[in-house]
């Protein structure tokens, strides 16, 4: 059974930091790249950052600097390093596993950026 679980949120104070773990099983299939969105409350989902299985990196420009996706392969994990947090940050965040079978999502993880 395709699963993509999301861990790791919560409240943090602005300035803070986070780590997200998206841990990914059940594929018998081809993942072509693993990424995490975002949703605000009243906002589009929108893509924060993504990792190929060859290693590359992208990344919402807004974000560049602040937020870091990496993963392990050992644990079948892939992570999200979320420093320097801002209110605008507060979202559920989601894992997104694009295949060659299509797109699956996890059920996301709720970060809240408040004092």
């Known amino acids: 059974q395709v699963q993509l679980v999301e861990s790791g949120g919560g409240l943090v104070q602005p300035g803070g930091s986070l780590r997200l773990s998206c841990a990914v099983s059940?594929?018998?299939?081809?993942?072509?790249?693993v990424g995490w969105y975002r949703q605000a409350p009243g906002k589009q989902r929108e893509l924060v950052a993504g990792i190929t299985m060859g290693g590359s990196r992208n990344y919402a420009d807004s974000l560049k600097g602040r937020f870091t996706i990496s993963r392990d392969n050992a644990q079948n994990t892939v992570y999200l390093q979320m420093n320097s947090l801002k209110a605008e940050d507060t979202a559920v965040y989601y894992c997104n596993a694009r295949t060659n079978q299509g797109d699956y999502w996890g059920k996301g993880t709720l970060v809240t950026v408040s004092p």
């Open positions: 059940g594929f018998s299939f081809t993942i072509a790249s």
